[in-house]
């Protein structure tokens, strides 16, 4: 038995005229309570510490860059890193990433228990479109304001197992998790900030919404024996409505904790790593069952 209790500390909305220093009280409530609740590791959304800036078209650089952190730790940050290293709690969130020499990513860390970044990973697939579109009943311009990520899918040796991360739209890419399954990720952790409407197809709502967000994170449980901890940054952001949902997924696919709310809420479950491994051994053992030589497509085009 190797059990990690997870904390997937779902985040209700953050309003645009929110700063970061109202932002981290809530995340450390959130810490403070999966300490009291034995978590070994937090999980937060993608983009935590501010609104999902990219619903808004801005054509000022510097008005863009005032959304993203240009180091980590930084001062908003460190009473966090401090929390947790305190508690001995490792932790995972998202944020927007400026480099020292000018690159933006859509970013998520993953520290240890003394409060160490271990691992960074930046998003892959980057949903939605970079000039503004009229079409649309609101903007979703993520390809306008980040690069697309430059680490591929590490995976990295954390709390005694394998662990690998995402971001949002990069969990309905199953090449997400294969990547990840073929270096022996034993959890994936990722965040989300998923409107609840479909901008251009405004018949489909939350439901379908969730459908898919359990769908996708399942499949990608299942096919490669492996946890998947979904956290979502959920609620109404100044009018526009994100999908809660928030899931731990066990190695067979199946869905131990999800959330009720699309507020601040945390959801606590002892994950046993142990749990991937007949799946890895049997049905998804890839080195006696794939046939790599039929695969080709899957890179080449
Ligand atoms: N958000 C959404 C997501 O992938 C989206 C965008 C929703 C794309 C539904 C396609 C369909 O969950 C982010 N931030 O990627």
């Known amino acids: 038995m190797r059990v990690i209790t997870v904390a997937a500390a779902q985040m209700g909305p953050i309003q645009r005229a929110e700063s970061r ?4 009280p809530r995340m450390i409530a959130l810490l403070d309570e999966a300490k ?7 999980v937060y959304p993608e983009l935590a ?9 801005m054509e000022d650089q510097a008005e863009v860059d005032a959304w993203f952190e240009r180091e980590m730790p930084n001062a908003a940050t460190m009473p966090l890193f401090a929390r947790a290293a305190e508690y001995q709690i490792a932790m ?3 944020y927007a990433e400026r480099t020292p020499d000018g690159h933006h990513f859509n970013t998520c860390i993953l520290t240890d228990k003394s409060g160490k970044i271990v691992g960074k990973y930046r998003k892959t697939h980057l949903p939605g479109h970079s000039e503004f579109d009229p079409e649309r009943a609101f903007q979703h311009l993520e390809k306008r ?3 697309p990520g430059d680490t591929g899918f590490p995976v990295w040796r954390n709390l005694g197992g394998i662990f690998g991360m995402a971001i949002c739209n990069d ?18 952790v990722l965040g989300y900030n998923t409107p609840s409407v479909n901008s251009q197809k405004s018949e489909e709502g939350p ?6 967000n359990r769908l996708s994170v399942q499949a990608g449980a299942y096919q490669n024996a492996t946890w998947v901890v979904a956290v979502a940054k959920a609620g109404v952001e100044d009018g526009f409505p994100l999908i809660g949902g928030s899931l731990i997924v066990d190695p067979n696919g199946e869905i131990v904790a999800e959330a009720k709310t699309e507020d601040d809420e945390l959801l606590v479950h002892p994950c046993d790593l142990d749990a991937t491994v007949f799946g890895k051994k049997t ?7 794939r046939r790599i030589e039929h695969y080709g497509l899957i890179t080449s085009r």
Do not use: C, N
């Open 92 to 94: 995972s969130f998202g």
């Open 145 to 147: 304001y980040f690069e």
């Open 207 to 212: 439901e379908k919404r969730l459908f898919h």
């Open 283 to 289: 049905i998804f053992d890839f080195a006696r069952h």
């Open 49 to 57: 510490l501010t609104t999902f800036f990219p619903r808004w078209y």
């Open 171 to 188: 969990r309905r890419w199953p090449e997400t998790y294969r990547v990840m399954g073929l270096q022996g990720v034993e959890m994936v």
């Open 36 to 42: 009291a609740r034995g978590a070994d590791l937090i």
């Open 21 to 24: 220093q109202a932002v981290i």
